[in-house]
């Protein structure tokens, strides 16, 4: 596991000093964490572009210009809705209102050792469990530890070359290898392979017209007559059971 992680706080030493209590967890652990640091919620803004940059931010909420909790509402509503929060703040009175944006924890100052322990035990043990994330190294080389709910579809490129496109909801990765090993490590029923070359994310078919299918995110897909036909099949025994609920 991979984890990308972000650390906001307008005092750098104390953004230093939880980065060093981090690294420690991830060597202990065997865990691959990088870091960033930045010092506003702007520049966190600027480099978060699209879904999965980070795994995880740790934001401290009282700083100059846009406050951390204005900063992970506007990441979570216009960028990625999944990501993992934690706030650390000096100030507890902040936690009431912190939950607005449903972090994962509220962390008071000075933070301790056993604090990171226990937190980042339950997240590893959360994102283990419920399958939601996998790592992908690009083909630059670079790995990335991404959502699975953050993927509308994956299509082969180029079968001889076994080169892939991971078309995420604001982004696309490219890699290598096969759609029956991406099945594998996916290892979810809300995913379909409606044909040799592409497997589908039912959960974020916004609608079917004739032979496009059209993604909550705007994209759009032609498919082959067999392969809408399977999509629409499943697509509407999703909704159905939806209804049930």
């Known amino acids: 596991m991979n984890l990308s992680t972000a650390i906001c706080d307008d005092d750098r030493k104390d953004a230093e000093i939880l980065r060093d209590m981090l690294l420690k967890y991830s060597f202990t652990h065997d865990i691959d964490m990088s870091f960033d640091i930045f010092i506003d919620g702007n520049s966190l803004k600027s480099r978060y572009t699209s879904p999965g940059i980070y795994n995880i ?8 210009g846009t406050d951390g909790i204005t900063t992970i509402s506007d990441i979570r509503n216009n960028i990625d809705r999944n990501l993992t929060t934690v706030f650390v703040s000096s100030y507890p009175e902040y936690m009431c209102e912190s939950l607005t944006v449903h972090p994962y924890q509220f962390l008071q100052k000075p933070v301790k050792p056993s604090d990171i322990e226990t937190l980042m035990n339950d997240i590893v043990t959360d994102m283990g469990n419920i399958g939601q994330h996998i790592s992908i190294t690009d083909n630059n ?15 082969t490129v180029n079968s001889r070359t076994r080169d892939l496109a991971i078309h995420l909801f604001d982004d696309v990765l490219n890699t290598r290898g096969t759609l029956k090993k991406m099945e594998q490590k996916i290892d979810s029923d809300k995913f379909i392979r409606c044909s040799r070359t592409l497997l589908v994310n039912l959960s974020h078919i916004h609608y079917i017209k004739n032979q496009t299918v059209y993604f909550d995110n705007r994209l759009a897909l032609d498919v082959s007559i067999r392969g809408r036909k399977l999509l629409r099949d499943m697509y509407e025994k999703i909704e159905i059971a939806a209804r049930r609920i």
């Open 57 to 64: 931010i740790f934001m401290d909420i009282e700083m100059p």
């Open 141 to 155: 080389g670079d790995e990335y530890t991404i959502y699975v709910d953050d993927i509308c579809y994956i299509e």
